[in-house]
T-cell receptor, first 114, second 110 residues
Framework: DVKVTQSSRYLVKRTGEKVFLECVQD?????MFWYRQDPGLGLRLIYF???????EKGDIPEGYSVSREKKERFSLILESASTNQTSMYLC?????????????FGPGTRLTVT | TQLLEQSPQFLSIQEGENLTVYCNSS?????LQWYRQEPGEGPVLLVT?????EVKKLKRLTFQFGDARKDSSLHITAAQPGDTGLYLC??????????FGAGTTVTVRA
């Protein structure tokens, strides 16, 4: 059974803290993604990675960075958390094969920044 | 990035009723996916439609892709509480990425 896991389901951090969100997939997928999900806005892509050590900015990268040192692990980093980064964060992975676009999602991390 | 519009934003119905949700764009979709996200979980793929006019069925769920590939609908027959969730449509924007609509939140009351 395919699986994407995220390190925390709920996280509360203070403004200015450095925050790490971890994601691990066990499907040997090349592509990995970080989204944030806010009511009425759907899923917005923050960053994605198509290979180890490779990354590309998504639609809303400001205030975030990522790291992919191993194929199965993709980390999202909030260098200095702010209250407007309170959100649900979803990690996903997919194969890099022509015509295959299904993304497999983790359960999400609900981050609250106070 | 193509803008996907989903309607309605919220839908609350009684168990046993039917419902339809919609996904529209001003541009032609290359292909379209429907995902369902249950409370507390990540989205899960339900179906991918590729050909204009295509109809796919998944038990009580029927997915239609418009002839012009600018719209799609999801119809649920005899809805059950287990159908409760956020229904998202998504379109491939390039080889790697998907663009998602804002979703329709469906609540089925027992």
């Amino acid at each position: 059974d395919v699986k994407v896991t995220q390190s925390s389901r709920y996280l509360v951090k203070r403004t200015g803290e450095k925050v790490f969100l971890e994601c691990v997939q066990d499907m040997d997928h090349e592509n990995m993604f970080w989204y944030r999900q806010d009511p009425g806005l759907g899923l917005r892509l923050i960053y994605f990675s198509y290979d180890v050590k490779m990354k590309e900015k998504g639609d809303i990268p400001e205030g975030y960075s990522v790291s992919r040192e191993k194929k199965e692990r993709f980390s999202l980093i909030l260098e200095s958390a702010s209250t407007n980064q309170t959100s649900m964060y979803l990690c996903a992975s997919s194969l890099r094969a022509q015509g295959v676009y299904e993304q497999y999602f983790g359960p999400g991390t609900r981050l609250t920044v106070t | 990035t193509q803008l996907l519009e989903q309607s309605p934003q919220f839908l609350s119905i009684q168990e046993g009723e039917n419902l339809t949700v919609y996904c529209n764009s001003s541009s032609v979709f290359s292909s379209l996916q429907w995902y369902r996200q249950e409370p507390g979980e990540g989205p899960v793929l339900l179906v991918t439609v590729v050909t204009g006019g295509e109809v796919k069925k998944l038990k009580r769920l029927t997915f239609q892709f418009g002839d012009a590939r600018k719209d799609s609908s999801l119809h649920i027959t005899a809805a059950q509480p287990g159908d409760t969730g956020l229904y998202l449509c998504a379109e491939r924007s390039n080889d790697y990425k998907l663009s998602f609509g804002a979703g329709t939140t469906v609540t089925v009351r027992a």
